[in-house]
C-alpha cells in the first residue's frame, strides 16, 4: 500500500516538474519575462532606418552640372578644340535642349563676340548653390562650352535665343557641318558618349 502511494507520489511530482518546464520555456519564448521590451533584431532595425546614399539631382541645373561632369570625364575638352568655340556652343546647346527638355540661350562674349556661353535661366534651371550671373536684371547659370562647366564670371554682351537666330553675320560660325558631324561621331565611337544631333542645322 505504502509502495502504491509512493509510486503515485513520485508520478506526480514528475508530471508538476515537466508541467513547470514546458510553462516556464512557453512564457520565455514570448519574452514575457524578459528585463526588457522586445526589440527588432539588427538586420530588421537597418531596414527601417536606412536611407538612400549619394547625391541624387534634385534641380534641373543639378542635372545639367552632372551632365558637364561627365562630358568633362570624357575628353570634351578635346572635341571642343576640334570645332572651335561658336561649333562647341552649338553642339552643346543642343545636347542640353535635350537633356532638359526647354531650349537654353545663347550669349556672346564681349569684347570678343564668338566668345560665347550658355545660359539657363535661373527660374528655370532651379535655385542651387551653383554661380549665377546677373545679366539686365535677369540671373542666370552660365556655361562655358569648351570646359564644360558653369562659371561664376563671364563679360557679356548680346543674348540669342538660339544658335539658329545669331545674326546673319555671324551664322556660319555656328553651324556644323558634314566635317564636323564627322569629327562628333569620331569622338562619340572613341568615347562611348551618345551625344544628341538630331537637330544639327545642316543642309
Keep these: 500500500m505504502e509502495a502504491r502511494v509512493s509510486g503515485k507520489m513520485k508520478k506526480s511530482a514528475i508530471e508538476v516538474v515537466v508541467a513547470i518546464l514546458v510553462l516556464t520555456a512557453t512564457v520565455s519564448m514570448s519574452g514575457c519575462i524578459q528585463d526588457k521590451p522586445a526589440t527588432a533584431a539588427p538586420d530588421d532595425q537597418k531596414l527601417v532606418t536606412s536611407a538612400p546614399t549619394g547625391n541624387i539631382p534634385v534641380t534641373t541645373i ?79 547659370y552660365i556655361i562655358d562650352p569648351m570646359t564644360p562647366s558653369i562659371i561664376n564670371e563671364f563679360n557679356y554682351g548680346y543674348m540669342y535665343d538660339d544658335p539658329g537666330s545669331v545674326a546673319p553675320g555671324f551664322f556660319n560660325d555656328f553651324r556644323l557641318n558634314t566635317g564636323d558631324i564627322g569629327i562628333v561621331e569620331q569622338w562619340m565611337k572613341e568615347t562611348g558618349v551618345n551625344v544628341y544631333d538630331t537637330d544639327f542645322p545642316i543642309k
Excluded at 540661350?105 to 542651387?128: D, E, M
Aim: net charge positive; glycine share 8%; charged share 25%.
Design 62 to 140: 543639378e542635372k545639367v552640372s552632372n551632365e558637364l561632369d561627365i562630358l568633362n570625364s570624357k575628353g570634351w575638352n578635346r572635341l571642343a578644340v576640334q570645332l572651335n568655340r561658336p561649333r562647341t556652343t552649338t553642339l552643346l546647346w543642343y545636347h542640353l535642349k535635350k537633356t532638359i527638355g526647354f531650349e537654353p540661350k545663347i550669349v556672346f562674349g564681349n569684347p570678343n563676340k564668338l566668345n560665347t556661353s550658355i545660359a539657363i535661366p535661373v527660374k528655370q534651371g532651379g535655385n542651387s548653390t551653383l554661380p549665377k550671373i546677373r545679366i539686365k536684371g535677369v540671373d542666370y
